[in-house]
């Protein structure tokens, strides 16, 4: 194993992945990309490649909570990258771990309840059922 990816979205719930990242890449030797995707549109961006244009507040916002995450690492000896993209959350995930051949991904999950999981979707749900890479959710 060489590289986990690491999602993270700035929330408590997330931080709780970072001990299970942290032990997995050091006993496996393995590199962390932590990431974070930004997906809010902007006023005046419609019909606009966001992918492109992306957004100086959202790129801040997601610097800082990459920034933040990789603060945990510090002194584990670890190597580990950062990263901030503007796309949809599931699919940047999905995609980065391809495109950066990930040999896994740990994500946390915020407990949705099985309706609402139904009704809107979770980005851990999509993950795992589209992922080609092992998948630990964390909650």
Do not use: W
């Not at 610097?63 to 599931?90: M, N, S």
Request: glycine share 8%; proline share 2%; charged share 25%.
């Amino acid at each position: 194993m060489k590289k986990i990816l690491v999602p993270v979205d700035g929330s408590e719930a997330c931080a709780a992945i970072y001990d299970h990242a942290k032990f997995f890449a050091e006993k496996l030797g393995a590199e962390v990309l932590i990431l974070n995707a930004q997906d809010e549109r902007p006023a005046g961006y419609a019909g606009v490649d966001f992918k492109r244009v992306g957004d100086e507040k959202l790129q801040k916002n997601g610097e800082a909570i990459v920034e933040q995450a990789k603060k945990y690492f510090e002194g584990a000896g670890l190597k580990v990258e950062t990263r901030v993209v503007f796309e949809d959350a599931a699919s940047a995930i999905i995609d980065t771990a391809e495109n950066e051949k990930c040999d896994m991904i740990i994500i946390c999950t915020h407990g949705m309840s099985a309706a609402r999981r139904f009704l809107i979707g979770s980005v851990a749900n999509k993950v795992v059922h589209h992922a080609t890479v092992p998948v630990l959710v964390i909650r």
